[in-house]
């Protein structure tokens, strides 16, 4: 597990790399923590791929921490996804820390709250459920976590993941009763989506890590903003 704090004043940065060095050897975990000082010299590096987890302060000269969370989601890749976990002290700023899709948001003074975040991450990266797909005459099974959407073409229906584009002869509605439970939504009726893939989302539309943009149809607003809001409790 690839580990990033980034924290301007050593004193937390120090603190937090400790209580993450302590909670991954009591339980025999593999990991490796890169500390930095500035948001500056993370994003000089250029590659937020290298890391599995990205925890950020917000309040940090030059750019804050939800600035830095803005580039790391407009420039990583879509087969790589890092939590984003916010670790700060400024607790009026929540609620804009949240639109940037965090895994979590810990106060400095409830470190303790990283231990379970760091262990969930940790089986959520070691334990990718998988789906079975059939395809023409065989059965091929695909990562979840791997699977950014569902569109439905014609008879088919098109299954994009990270690696590449499958064709299966099925329903939509089938494929929504399957997955709705492992945090897939449903912007219209012809898509679904893998909600851990979605990078911006309002009233109309909503953008995934790939750049690619769906509307929001009328009829499953509501659905979508509620099975979304459900999925951020989960993740948490």
């Given at each position: 597990?690839?580990?990033?704090?980034?924290?301007?004043?050593?004193?937390?940065?120090?603190?937090?790399?400790?209580?993450?060095?302590?909670?991954?050897?009591?339980?025999?975990?593999?990991?490796?923590?890169?500390?930095?000082?500035?948001?500056?010299?993370?994003?000089?590096?250029d590659d937020f791929s290298a890391f599995d987890i990205v925890l950020l302060d917000i309040d940090m000269p030059g750019m804050n921490g939800i600035e830095l969370?803005?580039?790391?989601?407009?420039?990583?890749?879509?087969?790589?996804?890092?939590?984003?976990?916010?670790?700060?002290?400024?607790?009026?700023?929540?609620?804009?820390?949240?639109?940037?899709f965090p895994y979590s948001f810990v106060r400095k003074t409830h470190l303790e709250e990283l231990d379970k975040c760091v262990l969930n991450i940790y089986k959520?990266?070691?334990?990718?459920?998988?789906?079975?797909?059939?395809?023409?005459?065989?059965?091929?099974?695909?990562?979840?976590?791997?699977?950014?959407?569902?569109?439905?073409?014609?008879?088919?229906?098109?299954?994009?993941?990270?690696?590449?584009?499958?064709?299966?002869?099925?329903?939509?509605?089938?494929?929504?009763?399957?997955?709705?439970q492992f945090g897939f939504v449903r912007p219209h009726v012809g898509a679904i989506v893998n909600a851990n893939y979605i990078t911006d989302i309002n009233s109309?539309?909503?953008?995934?890590?790939?750049?690619?943009?769906?509307?929001?149809?009328?009829?499953?607003?509501?659905?979508?903003?509620?099975?979304?809001?459900?999925?951020?409790?989960?993740?948490?």
């Amino acid at each position: 597990m690839r580990i990033a704090i980034v924290d301007d004043e050593s004193l937390y940065l120090e603190e937090i790399q400790k209580r993450i060095t302590d909670v991954c050897n009591q339980y025999n975990l593999e990991y490796k923590i890169e500390c930095y000082k500035s948001p500056m010299l993370i994003i000089d590096e250029d590659d937020f791929s290298a890391f599995d987890i990205v925890l950020l302060d917000i309040d940090m000269p030059g750019m804050n921490g939800i600035e830095l969370a803005k580039q790391i989601n407009r420039t990583r890749r879509s087969e790589t996804l890092p939590y984003i976990i916010f670790v700060s002290a400024m607790d009026n700023l929540v609620f804009d820390a949240l639109k940037q899709f965090p895994y979590s948001f810990v106060r400095k003074t409830h470190l303790e709250e990283l231990d379970k975040c760091v262990l969930n991450i940790y089986k959520k990266l070691k334990n990718s459920p998988v789906y079975a797909l059939k395809i023409g005459r065989t059965t091929k099974l695909i990562e979840l976590s791997k699977t950014i959407y569902l569109e439905k073409q014609g008879n088919y229906v098109d299954i994009i993941t990270t690696e590449e584009i499958l064709h299966e002869r099925s329903l939509i509605d089938d494929k929504y009763k399957d997955l709705a439970q492992f945090g897939f939504v449903r912007p219209h009726v012809g898509a679904i989506v893998n909600a851990n893939y979605i990078t911006d989302i309002n009233s109309n539309y909503l953008r995934l890590s790939n750049g690619k943009e769906m509307s929001i149809s009328r009829t499953y607003k509501k659905e979508i903003k509620a099975k979304y809001q459900e999925w951020l409790v989960k993740m948490k």
